[in-house]
């Protein structure tokens, strides 16, 4: 758009020195003309507005990293033109009749829809841009009503239509991108015991459907544990003495992001096993479980290392014959 800014700073210059003015004004709409006249670059039907938005065009400051050129939309999926179903400049920005029809020497008015920053444009509207084409597609259809959508969570906060690389759909990038708004998350995924999440090999995506979900906390599946057992089947079973907890609700001992913890736990055991348990015999401490018998090495064993686990090895689950009912390995050595 180098030419167009060289004729606004003319448009500026001779209005301040008074004179021309409207000699000047009468050639623009002739400018303009011939621009419409200009080939289509990237995308079928763009010539209306690559005829001023072209390779020169340069990116908003605040925007170089997203954006190294708006005709890098041409090098995404939206720039296949052999497929009808394509979006063109005016399907997302709106016809932009002032925009287009601006004669004079001041900044054109915006474009009917603009997604930069610090658009005007309410988040609902940029979205039902996105949504004229994608509402039909099967992982949007609980959109409405999301966690993000309710909260104003444009399309274009997490998704960068120009850009080549739409870092949330890699895994590598993707959590970059959620960060900037989840902090508490980034803080978790740093922790020691983490979901290899900053490694590349865990994605926010493989647990969370960004666009809705029908189970909690935008959670892939329908739950948390149909969820987890999508990489983790072992812990599903079938088992012969479940452990209640576990298949209710993973997050009943583990945090998903990350802890301090081993083994992502909320707490080491016995801490962990204390949410709902008392030990065998500890005094003060309430638990729901009922009739805890008092084995007698249980005391000394729950203080060293891996506290309960001592004992009770099979805690997703057991298939044991004997003792298999107290989570407790075969012919285990109290017995
Ligand atoms: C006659 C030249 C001209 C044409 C044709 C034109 N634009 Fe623009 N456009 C401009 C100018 C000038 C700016 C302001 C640039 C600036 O602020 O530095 C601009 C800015 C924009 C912006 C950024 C707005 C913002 O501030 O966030 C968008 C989006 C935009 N145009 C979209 C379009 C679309 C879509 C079309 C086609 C329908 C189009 N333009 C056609 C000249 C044009
Ligand atoms: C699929 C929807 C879509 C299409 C098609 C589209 N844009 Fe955009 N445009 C956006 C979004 C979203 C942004 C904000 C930045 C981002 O997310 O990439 C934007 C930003 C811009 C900007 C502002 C750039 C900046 O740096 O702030 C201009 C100018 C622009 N588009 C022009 C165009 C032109 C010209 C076309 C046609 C060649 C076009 N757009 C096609 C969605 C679209
Ligand atoms: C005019 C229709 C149309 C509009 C408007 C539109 N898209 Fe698309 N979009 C498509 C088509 C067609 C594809 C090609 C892939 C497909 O088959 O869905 C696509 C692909 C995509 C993809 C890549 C999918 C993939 O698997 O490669 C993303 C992401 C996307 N669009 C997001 C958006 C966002 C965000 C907006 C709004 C800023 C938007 N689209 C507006 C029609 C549209
Ligand atoms: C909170 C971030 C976020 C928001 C908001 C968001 N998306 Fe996505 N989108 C993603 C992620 C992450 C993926 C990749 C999912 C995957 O790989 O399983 C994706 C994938 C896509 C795809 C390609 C695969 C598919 O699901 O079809 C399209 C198209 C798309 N999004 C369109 C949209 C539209 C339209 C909106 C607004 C209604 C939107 N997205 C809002 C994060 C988001
Ligand atoms: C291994 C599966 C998994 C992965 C990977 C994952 N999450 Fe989660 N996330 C969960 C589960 C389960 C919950 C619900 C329990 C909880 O809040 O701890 C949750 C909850 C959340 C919440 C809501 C927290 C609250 O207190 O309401 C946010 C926000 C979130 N995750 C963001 C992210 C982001 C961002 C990423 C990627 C950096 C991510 N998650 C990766 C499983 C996962
Ligand atoms: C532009 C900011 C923004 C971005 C980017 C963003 N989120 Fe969110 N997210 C929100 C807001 C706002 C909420 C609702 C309030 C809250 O719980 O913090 C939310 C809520 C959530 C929740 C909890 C849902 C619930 O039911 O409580 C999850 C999970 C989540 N986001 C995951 C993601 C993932 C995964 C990404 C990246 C693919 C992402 N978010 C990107 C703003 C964002
Ligand atoms: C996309 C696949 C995937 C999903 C879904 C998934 N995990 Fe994982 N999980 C992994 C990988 C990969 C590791 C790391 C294994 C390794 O390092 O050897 C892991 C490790 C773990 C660990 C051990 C951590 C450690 O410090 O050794 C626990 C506990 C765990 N996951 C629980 C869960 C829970 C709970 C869920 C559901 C909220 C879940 N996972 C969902 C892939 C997944
Ligand atoms: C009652 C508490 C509890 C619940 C609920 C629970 N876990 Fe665990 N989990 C543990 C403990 C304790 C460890 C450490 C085991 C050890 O050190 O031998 C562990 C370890 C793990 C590990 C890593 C070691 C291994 O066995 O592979 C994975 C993966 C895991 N859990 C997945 C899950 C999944 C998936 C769920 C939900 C279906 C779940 N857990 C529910 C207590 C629980
Ligand atoms: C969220 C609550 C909860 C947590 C945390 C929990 N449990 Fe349980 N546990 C239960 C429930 C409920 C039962 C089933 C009790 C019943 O059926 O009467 C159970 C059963 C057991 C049993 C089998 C005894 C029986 O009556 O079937 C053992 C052993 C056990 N838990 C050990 C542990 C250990 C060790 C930990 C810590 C790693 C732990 N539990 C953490 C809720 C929990
Ligand atoms: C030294 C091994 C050992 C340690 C350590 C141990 N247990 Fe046990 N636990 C057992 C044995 C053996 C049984 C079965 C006792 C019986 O059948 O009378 C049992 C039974 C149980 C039961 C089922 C009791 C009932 O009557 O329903 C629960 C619940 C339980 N333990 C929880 C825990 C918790 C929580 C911890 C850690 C604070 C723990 N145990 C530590 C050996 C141990």
């Not at 993973?250 to 204390?274: Q, S």
Request: with cysteine; aromatic share 4%; charged share 20%.
């Amino acid at each position: 758009m180098k030419l167009l800014r060289q004729l606004l700073t003319l448009f500026a210059f001779a209005g301040a020195v008074g004179v021309m003015t409207s000699a000047l004004a009468a050639d623009a709409p002739q400018a303009a003309s011939e621009q419409k006249a200009a080939k289509d670059l990237v995308l079928k039907g763009d010539a209306k507005c690559t005829g001023c938005h072209d390779e020169s065009d340069e990116p908003q400051p605040s925007m170089i990293d997203l954006h190294p050129q708006v005709l890098s939309i041409g090098k995404t999926t939206h720039g296949t033109t052999a497929d009808s179903r394509t979006p063109t400049c005016i399907n997302c920005h709106g016809e932009s009749a002032n925009h287009l029809n601006h004669k004079g020497s001041e900044k054109p008015p915006k474009a009917d829809r603009t997604f930069g920053k610090n658009t005007a444009t309410p988040a609902a509207e940029r979205n039902a841009a996105c949504l004229s084409c994608h509402q039909k597609d099967a992982s949007r259809h609980l959109w409405t009503g999301s966690a993000h959508e309710s909260r104003d969570v444009a399309c274009t906060s997490c998704h960068q239509v120009h850009a080549a690389h739409d870092k949330v759909r890699d895994k590598r990038t993707q959590a970059e991108v959620c960060f900037t708004c989840h902090k508490e998350q980034r803080a978790q995924a740093n922790k020691p015991s983490h979901h290899p999440i900053l490694e590349g090999k865990v994605a926010c995506s493989d647990c969370h459907n960004a666009h809705g979900s029908a189970g909690p906390k935008l959670m892939k599946r329908d739950s948390v544990v149909e969820t987890c057992y999508t990489c983790h089947a072992e812990k599903r079973g079938p088992f012969v003495h479940n452990h209640r907890p576990v298949n209710d609700d993973c997050t009943n001992c583990h945090m998903p992001h990350g802890t301090t913890a081993d083994n992502l736990l909320k707490a080491r055991p016995p801490l962990v096993c204390y949410q709902c348990h008392s030990g065998h015999g500890t005094p003060g401490v309430a638990g729901i479980a009922p009739g805890i018998t008092t084995s007698p090495k249980a005391n000394t064993f729950i203080e060293q290392g891996r506290g309960c686990l001592n004992c009770h090895t099979e805690i997703h689950g057991s298939n044991n014959p004997n003792g298999g009912q107290n989570l407790l390995p075969p012919a285990f050595f109290l017995r």
